[in-house]
């Protein structure tokens, strides 16, 4: 489908939506920021804001985002093969969870 210039949103139409892709983009830049330094009150406080904003979908899309031009940028500068890299990540995960599993229920440790 093509589409026309009738189609686009009007330019004051247009900087409103980027304002608000800006804020979810600071917003995810922000929480990242606070999980690294381990503050916990202020990153509690975000997440509240953001809950009670009704953004954190938006929010949690623009952190993958972020994430994957972070994987990408990685990936280019260092020759490194992400999508492996997340691929066994998940597996160590997943024995991680499995190993706390058989604790919890009294299995080997």
């Known amino acids: 489908m093509t589409h026309t210039p009738g189609d686009l949103p009007s330019p004051d139409e247009f ?3 980027m304002a608000h892709l800006d804020r979810e983009f600071a917003d ?13 009150e202020s ?7 953001i809950h ?3 953004r ?4 949690l899309a623009a952190m993958a985002v972020q994430a994957l031009d972070f994987a990408q940028l990685s ?28 604790t919890e229920l009294g299995g080997e440790s």
């Open 75 to 102: 990936a280019d500068r260092l020759g490194g093969d992400v999508q492996k890299w997340l691929d066994e990540s998940v597996m160590t995960q997943d024995t991680a969870e499995n190993e706390r599993d058989q």
């Open 52 to 54: 009670r904003g009704g």
């Open 56 to 59: 954190a979908m938006k929010v």
């Open 15 to 17: 900087r409103r939506k």
């Open 28 to 40: 995810a830049r922000r929480y990242l920021s606070m999980l690294c330094a381990g503050d916990n």
């Open 43 to 49: 990153l509690s406080a975000l997440m509240m804001e």
